[in-house]
Each structure stands twice: as structure tokens, then as C-alpha cells.
């Protein structure tokens, strides 16, 4: 997902998978969140002309479902998303786990 500000691009790397086969063999979600794995973010310039001028930064393991707004504040950029540190969604029972985290 990209999220633009004034004059950056921000692109989201997270550890959520599309699993189409093990859904169909396993039977599961087509999706699935992998704990072990890092999220982070890319801040690329807006009028780069390559992908070498990409900034990655980790964050603490967590999905990204919604990014809301991006701005910058003299040199700074503020970013602002609905993120949860872990995804479980029990299908069977209908139960949907979630740690919501606000800073």
C-alpha cells in the first residue's frame, strides 16, 4: 500500500501472506501472518528516478490494515495508521483475536 505526503511515497512492507494453495489443501484462510518476520516502511522521494533513493525503516511486528494520513513537519514525516500487533482469525468459531496498539 502507498501513502503519498507532499514529497514522499510511503510503501508498507508487511508479514501478512496471500496463500491461495494452502487454503485449497489445508483448508485455512487465504491468509496468513507470519510473527517471525519484520514490517516495515519505504519513504522514497516522489520525483525519484530509481528505487536506490528508498529509506526503509522496521517497525515492532504488526499488520497495517489502514493507513489514514501522511504529512511532513519541517523534517519529519508524520504518518498515521490503524495498525495491530498480531492478526487471528478463528473462522470455525468466529472469534476474531486483536491487541489493538495506539502511540
Given amino acids: ?34 510473527s517471525t518476520k519484520k514490517a516495515r516502511f519505504g519513504v522514497l522521494p516522489r520525483y525519484a528516478k530509481d528505487e536506490k533513493h528508498i529509506r526503509w525503516f522496521e517497525l515492532p511486528n504488526c499488520f497495517i490494515f489502514h493507513n489514514a494520513n501522511a504529512w511532513e513537519e519541517d523534517d519529519e514525516i508524520v504518518l498515521i495508521t490503524c495498525r495491530m500487533e498480531n492478526i487471528n482469525l478463528d473462522m470455525a468459531s468466529g472469534a476474531v483475536k486483536e491487541k489493538l496498539y495506539i502511540s
Fill in 1 to 34: 500500500m502507498t501513502l503519498p505526503s507532499e514529497n514522499y511515497s510511503i510503501f508498507t512492507d508487511l508479514p501478512l501472506y496471500f496463500r491461495p494453495k494452502e487454503m485449497v489443501k489445508n483448508n485455512t484462510l487465504i491468509f496468513s501472518f507470519d
